[in-house]
């Protein structure tokens, strides 16, 4: 489905009437108690809702787990089929994580102590009170009442008791959620349309590099016999200032640019005195060695700037190795395999500067690397443009349910 096909599907729910409003308290039991006598034996299982298995993004339970009624019949929350389950804590009350109880063993279950559960009465449908509850202004109003330290905020039952719920008669309710869920699953197929669409074409630019270094039949030499140098930034954290001249990090080493949005600068003194032997020049190719280790950029810019030790400082030998050809190779799936090869350590594995030498880089003629790089580019700038557009048009279907649910509840068109 089409992003135009999902907004028609939205444009088929009819904006809210002037519905009587009334608080949820007063059409559903907050929190009630749970039964006194649940008629299962010790080592009987039920049914265990975690947080885990609740799925924000489709709000509802999408793992069926069970435990022995006596592991969780204290200290977990009770719930029942057809009560809607609500996170209270953040940030999983923010990012969805509610649901209604359905195809629960024997009809109950119990779950996370971070939920609240809503028991509706006859007057009101389980599935009208989760879609009321899933609507992103009711959960920004809701964050704004959370009581509690920070980091472990939540909303109290006061506030989903006093909310007002807009309230039509049953058939009604029924009516509306029978559209609302087919304009959502239409909604769900775009969404999974996008992603497919996006999943292509983030895809696309190590295919193309792929498709130039795999199997190249071009004659290979180590990296350190096509440089002038091969070094790295400053292996001591200088003196910051507040302005100056930027001091990168491997952070801002990311595909394709230099990141110059940086937060930390040094001065003028400062500067020279790390650049005395290597600055970083126009044609450069800077190399992340640290963390997201194998990314390569060429500095495009005649502006001043130093770097941290984890960064590789490589200056081609402009007669025989083009920086752009250099980089695409690096950031290629055969140029990075050389990096995941070589990289030591933990959390923090590192390509040293030894390895990164060491680097067998294939060769072609000067002019037929500047032609591959110059191709290489035209074919990625290309799919960055369709990355973008993928990325527009799955925000855009993202943006959907909102818009339903705005429709359905507030009036809104």
Known sequence: MSVAEAYDAGE?????????LVPLKNVCEVNPRR?????????????????????????????????????????????????????????CMQNGKHAVCTGLLNGFGFGSTEFHVLRPRAELRSEWLHYFLRQPRLLQDAEAHFTGAVGQQRVPDKYL????????P?????????????????????????????????????????????????????????????TDG?????????????????????????????KKYISEETYRDLTKKHKAKRGDVLFSAVGSFGVAVVVRTDDRFAFQRHIAHIKPDATRLDPDFLAFYLNSPEGRSQSEAVAMGGAQRTVTLADLRKFRIPLPPPDEQHRVATDLSRRIEAADRLIAHCREELAAVEALPSSLLRAAFNGDS
């Open 12 to 20: 088929r729910i009819q904006a809210a009437p002037k519905w009587p």
């Open 35 to 91: 039964k006194s006598d649940l008629g299962r034996a010790e080592d009987e299982p039920v049914s265990f809702v975690p947080m885990s298995a609740v799925d924000a993004h489709a709000g509802s339970i999408t793992q069926r787990l069970e435990r022995p009624f006596s592991e969780v019949k204290r200290g977990f929350t009770y719930f029942e089929d057809g009560d809607v389950i609500f996170a209270k804590i953040t940030p």
């Open 161 to 168: 008791a006093e909310s007002l719920i807009p309230l039509p």
């Open 170 to 230: 049953v058939p009604q309710q029924e009516e509306a959620i029978n559209n609302m869920a087919r304009a959502m699953a239409e909604v769900d197929a775009a969404r999974q349309a996008a992603e497919d669409h996006l999943a292509a074409a983030e895809a696309l630019p190590a295919a193309y590099l792929r498709e130039v270094f795999e199997a190249t039949g071009w004659p290979v030499h180590e990296l350190r016999d096509l440089c002038r140098t091969i």
């Open 234 to 262: 400053t292996h001591l954290p200088p003196p910051f200032t507040d302005a100056g001249i930027p001091f990168l990090f491997v952070r801002n080493i990311v595909a394709g640019v230099i990141d110059f949005e940086v």
